[in-house]
């Protein structure tokens, strides 16, 4: 699903201005996961997840990105996704909580941290 996926962020007006993808292994993804650890349920779920087999981390432009890409985005249940809000990315792609298709920083602020840790960090 990666290249719909990446079609639909691009014809949603988004410029991807960096991709590269990772096998992360348990201690990055429980890093770069930590600020969910004891807060969401499906932590462990999520962990297993990503590391399990190759990420891809993209660094999205627009005015105000954080804020429209997570519109984008979508609610992160695809169950609820597809009732509230059927155009949007995990409401499309996603298949369950935890293999939602896409993963954003929930706050505006995060977002050049998130994308610090994958083009900075990881990839030295």
Do not use: W
């Amino acid at each position: 699903m990666l290249g719909k996926i990446l079609m639909a962020i691009r014809d949603s007006g988004f410029e991807i201005s960096a991709m590269q993808m990772f096998n992360m292994d348990r201690a990055n993804v429980e890093e770069f996961y930590e600020v969910y650890k004891g807060v969401v349920s499906e932590y462990n779920e999520m962990v297993t997840e990503i590391y399990s087999g190759p990420c891809v981390a993209l660094e999205i432009l627009q005015t105000n990105p954080a804020k429209t890409f997570r519109e984008l985005c979508g609610p992160a249940d695809p169950e609820i996704a597809r009732h509230l809000r059927p155009g949007t990315l995990r409401a499309v792609f996603g298949k369950s909580k935890i293999q939602n298709a896409v993963h954003c920083t929930d706050l505006p602020e995060d977002g050049l941290l998130e994308v610090q840790y994958f083009f900075k960090i990881l990839d030295n």
